[in-house]
T-cell receptor, first 114, second 111 residues
């Protein structure tokens, strides 16, 4: 398996624009997580899914953020409208069987909002 | 409540010297503990994990960690640092609804 695949690797956008980040988890993994990494706050869990169903979105910072998982092999994280403070590296991760026993991370999307 | 504390945001060692990265945890239930490594511009990669059983856990690249319940610690060690070990290291703890990460320790290896 190629691992968790995220796209794009880098995204630069202007404030107010919509941004969509994409993730393909490892095949067969039941759990998918979205994390955000910043210097100030470290790694934060934004939301996670089990079998395509959102389980906990309490980490989503505000209504401008939304995430979907229409099928087992694809998830999106959308920010609309984007703001400069959203600049961060966004990681997608997936895990097998039991939540949080071990997460496999993608290489991340570095988002810059100017 | 569960939390992880990594002592020292930056650690520098000479090539060939012992690497010791400290992690203490707080958990109301028996913890699952992990060490992840992040190389520049990369995602996190699992180094090793402790779930149950043997308290000394061996991981990839010569790293190991020892779970000490009495000290609530899970320190990461490597006998001899290599230049390629320069990276950021994260200790993590399983919670009921999260994987709690420490703030990370950046390891610099001096030639």
């Amino acid at each position: 398996d190629a691992g968790v695949i995220q796209s794009p690797r880098h995204e630069v956008t202007e404030m107010g624009q919509e941004v969509t980040l994409r993730c393909k988890p490892i095949s067969g993994h039941d759990y998918l997580f979205w994390y955000r990494q910043t210097m100030m706050r470290g790694l934060e869990l934004l939301i996670y899914f089990n079998n395509n169903v959102p389980i906990d979105d309490s980490g989503m910072p505000e209504d401008r953020f939304s995430a979907k998982m229409p099928n087992a092999s694809f998830s999106t994280l959308k920010i609309q409208p984007s703001e400069p403070r959203d600049s961060a590296v966004y990681f997608c991760a997936s895990s097998l069987v039991r939540v949080f026993t071990e997460a496999f991370f993608g290489q991340g999307t570095r988002l810059t909002v100017v | 409540a569960q939390s992880v504390t990594q002592l020292g945001s930056h650690v520098s060692v000479s090539e060939g010297a012992l690497v010791l990265l400290r992690c203490n945890y707080s958990s109301s239930v028996p913890p699952y503990l992990f060490w992840y490594v992040q190389y520049p511009n990369q995602g996190l990669q699992l180094l090793l994990k402790y779930t149950t059983g043997a308290t000394l856990v061996k991981g990839i690249n010569g790293f190991e960690a020892e779970f000490k319940k009495s000290e609530t610690s899970f320190h990461l060690t490597k006998p001899s640092a290599h230049m390629s070990d320069a990276a950021e290291y994260f200790c993590a703890l399983t919670g009921a609804n999260n994987l709690f990460f420490g703030t990370g320790t950046r390891l610099t290896v001096i030639p």
